[in-house]
């Protein structure tokens, strides 16, 4: 019973945070990230 | 065994299919990068679809104006709640890689007891090099930088950084001494999981950190019915990860991989949804 109330919980603030960080644009910017290489992620810069 | 190794390739075939970027030297460009996969996947890999969780949170922690991702947050909450470690078993392509180095027959190490404190390790690199490093140590500009990818993220180097160094005249070009300390960092990786099921899983991985957080909540986990388990210990001893599943089924570091189900004499152990 507990652990389902954390869970929803959890779910509910996890859907919450993830359309909030859509709207501030952060999904872009992850994107924006990822669409070009790296450089320090692969060890070069 | 087989169906769990079917899941595995499947996965980190279908994450990284973009096949043409392997022998140009590039990344896909696509929108689907927007979304996160749930493993350890280095979105500088020449093949991948989406983009790295770890690797997007300091992302998004780097830039000015963002500090803390609440996409990125959000995105762990939801997988962690779904699914726990079972996405280090079933789904990270990084586990694959440890799991067929761990094939390779030499003599494997038998990690001591008293040496289990090191899987705190993880927690400390999650802290150190994911949070703290890439949000609160800045330039003048208010942009941080990616240090767990920058300085340790042996799957950056292995997916990323070599077929990109094989391809790529101008990256390679480039390559100095950073590229020779990552490479130094994949190779003691590589050994310590030739030798250790999952090395980098039970010390170091920030993702496996994270996940494990929600490890005692989540609803994909392991279930003992204590009617059936008459405590014999062979969960105990064919478990890979040192856990013990009859006693505490839904350990931190279990990764679900569900071995100690078939193992179990009298049946007491489902692995599902609760």
């Given at each position: 019973m507990k652990r389902g109330y954390y869970q929803f919980l959890f779910l509910l603030v996890g859907v919450l945070l993830l359309v909030a960080g859509i709207y501030r644009q952060e999904a872009y910017e992850v994107m924006i990230k990822a669409i070009n290489i790296c450089l320090e992620c692969i060890g070069i810069g | 065994m087989l169906k769990r190794?079917?899941?595995?390739?499947?996965?980190?075939?279908?994450?990284?299919?973009?096949?043409?970027?392997?022998?140009?030297?590039?990344v896909y460009k696509g929108k689907s990068k927007v979304f996160c996969v749930p493993g350890l996947n280095c979105y500088s890999c020449p093949g991948s679809l989406g983009s790295c969780p770890i690797g997007a949170f300091q992302a998004v922690a780097n830039s000015a104006g963002f500090f803390v991702s609440y996409y990125l947050i959000g995105f762990f909450l939801i997988i962690g709640t779904l699914l726990g470690r079972f996405v280090c078993g079933w789904l990270c392509p990084f586990g694959l890689i440890q799991e067929v180095l761990y094939k390779i027959p030499v003599r494997k190490i038998h990690f001591p007891r008293q040496l289990h404190f090191l899987k705190y390790f993880k927690y400390l690199i999650l802290l150190i090099f994911v949070i703290y490093i890439p949000i609160f140590v800045i330039n003048t500009w208010g942009i941080g930088y990616p240090a767990f990818c920058k300085w340790i993220c042996p799957a950056g180097t292995l997916?990323?950084?070599?077929?990109?160094?094989?391809?790529?005249?101008?990256?390679?070009s480039a390559a100095g001494a950073l590229f020779t300390w990552k490479i130094a960092v994949l190779i003691f990786v590589i050994i310590l999981s030739v030798k250790l099921n999952r090395f980098f899983c039970k010390f170091m991985c920030p993702l496996g950190a994270i996940y494990a957080i929600f490890n005692k909540v989540s609803i994909f986990r392991l279930n003992i019915n204590t009617h059936k388990c008459i405590k014999c210990g062979k969960c105990s001893s064919i478990c890979k990860i040192d856990v013990s599943p009859f006693e505490n089924p839904n350990s931190l570091e279990c990764i679900r991989c569900g071995e100690c189900r078939k193992a179990c004499p009298s049946s007491a152990i489902r692995l599902g949804i609760k």
């Open positions: - | 190794r079917i899941v595995q390739i499947t996965a980190a075939v279908t994450t990284n299919s973009y096949f043409k970027g392997f022998l140009e030297g590039t997916e990323a950084g070599i077929p990109l160094i094989i391809v790529n005249e101008s990256i390679r």
